[in-house]
């Protein structure tokens, strides 16, 4: 298994080519935005049913909260552009 | 129910339901039209809030403060099994330590009703259902006619093994004192039994506050004790597991109030207990030092519900508000019912 690694590592640094390309960079960046975005909605989307559930007024500004982290992958997306 | 103490907590559902739920509980305002009411207008204030459902059930069978104590209990009862229902994990287990203590309450109505052959039905109508006990279980216990085959219902619950230990004296004596007190021993010992040995912030608080509850209830029954006068050894009401006395201490201090006083002054909830202990000291009474108890209590876990948003704190303070809250009701009608003016009901409510 080390060996292996280690044979990987020097293929990467041996190559001129970098190890992640831009684009994939960027796909990684978005995705990992996305996956945070994923997770803060885990906890207010947990919550804003529970209030949903309590009082059917709350539905709108549950719903608002609840994809506001969502504005994270919109900012990410900016980086395709960038690349 | 089985413990489910597994997987993680599902703090943010349960406490936005219940800050919800805390924020619908009757204010200061309500109180003030409810202590100028008469009974029959108090239901029917009820009737027009959280507690519809269970007045309208009810209201066919019984009238005045029966009824309105019967619907409080039975909300209290729905309202507390939601909170089980919902809480996964760790939470229900923080839960429901403390919510057992109404299947203690359940226990201590049978093992009375029992005792004073009451109807089956009194007995059930006594029951506040919010604790673990299933449905089956309750029923047994009801149908249970000597105290034999209501323990013999309760094998596999904490209660079982101190009951049948205090079983021999009860029958020795005919006293029913031994086996309530084996109720709150078997209540109160697996209070603390298992809780994390690391627990964060939060948690350690919630079990202080546990503490602080045993605390309470040793110093209940010490003052109680104390003023009462009565010949009885104070050792047979204490309860392990809190930090203000051990054993020893109790029998000494029950037998004086004064140094009893001083010595809660002295300790961590003095401060706290400053104002009621001044009030005791002038002899307003036990009920004003107990009201202070428990307004102490509540103030305190709402501070920590806000301090702690993500944690078993904000449940805890909705329990103890709506503990508050039925407690407050009962006073007022059965004040009302018993004729007492406005000043002296306000006394006896406990509101923040």
Redesign the interface.
């Known amino acids: 298994m080390l060996e292996l690694i280690m044979t990987f590592a020097t293929f990467v640094l041996q190559s001129s080519e970098p190890a992640i390309p831009p684009t994939a960079a960027a796909a990684l960046a978005v995705g990992l935005a996305a996956f945070g975005a994923g997770y803060a909605e885990r906890g207010i989307g947990a919550a804003a049913v529970g209030a949903i559930a309590e009082d059917d007024d709350m539905f709108g500004r549950g719903l608002i909260l609840t994809v506001l982290p969502e504005t994270l992958v919109i900012l990410a997306l900016v980086v395709i552009f960038v690349v | 129910m089985s413990i489910q103490n597994q997987g993680g907590s599902?703090y943010?559902?349960?406490?936005?339901?219940v800050r919800?739920?805390r924020a619908r509980l009757f204010d200061e305002d309500d109180y003030r039209k409810l202590t100028r009411m008469g009974t029959g207008e108090i239901a029917r204030f009820m009737e027009e809030s959280e507690y519809e459902t269970e007045m309208n059930a009810l209201g066919s069978r019984h009238s005045g403060g029966d009824l309105i104590e019967y619907a409080l209990n039975r909300n209290l009862a729905a309202n507390f099994e939601d909170l089980l229902r919902w809480a996964d994990g760790r939470l229900y287990d923080y839960t429901a330590r403390y919510l057992r203590k109404f299947d203690a309450w359940n226990v201590k109505t049978t093992l009375r009703g029992i005792y004073s052959d009451a109807e089956r039905g009194e007995v059930e109508d006594d029951f506040i259902r919010a604790g673990e006990l299933g449905e089956a279980r309750l029923n047994r216990l009801l149908d249970a006619a000597s105290m034999e085959e209501a323990i013999e219902a309760l094998r596999g619950t904490m209660f079982h093994g101190p009951l049948t230990a205090a079983l021999e004296i009860y029958e020795e004596h005919g006293e029913l004192v031994p086996l309530e007190n084996a109720v709150d021993r078997g209540f109160y010992g697996r209070l603390l039994e298992g809780l994390p040995e690391e627990p964060d912030r939060a948690t350690e608080l919630y079990i202080e506050f546990l503490r602080a509850e045993i605390d309470f209830r040793n110093l209940r029954n010490a003052f109680r004790l104390a003023y009462s006068g009565a010949d009885i050894d104070p050792a047979d009401y204490y309860i392990d597991g809190g930090r203000l006395f051990d054993e020893g201490d109790l029998r000494q201090l029950a037998s004086n109030p004064d140094e009893l006083a001083a010595r809660v002054r002295d300790s961590p909830y003095g401060e706290d207990l400053d104002a009621a202990l001044d009030g005791l000291e002038r002899a307003e009474g036990l009920v004003g030092f107990e009201n202070a108890l428990d307004a102490a209590l509540l103030e305190y876990s709402d501070q920590l519900s806000n301090r702690y948003p993500l944690s078993v704190c904000p449940v805890l303070g909705y329990v103890l508000a709506k503990e508050r809250e039925v407690d407050n009701i009962r006073a007022v009608a059965r004040g009302r019912e018993a004729g007492l003016g406005e000043d002296e009901i306000s006394e006896e409510l406990v509101i923040l």
């Open positions: 599902n943010e559902y349960v406490t936005a339901r919800s739920r």
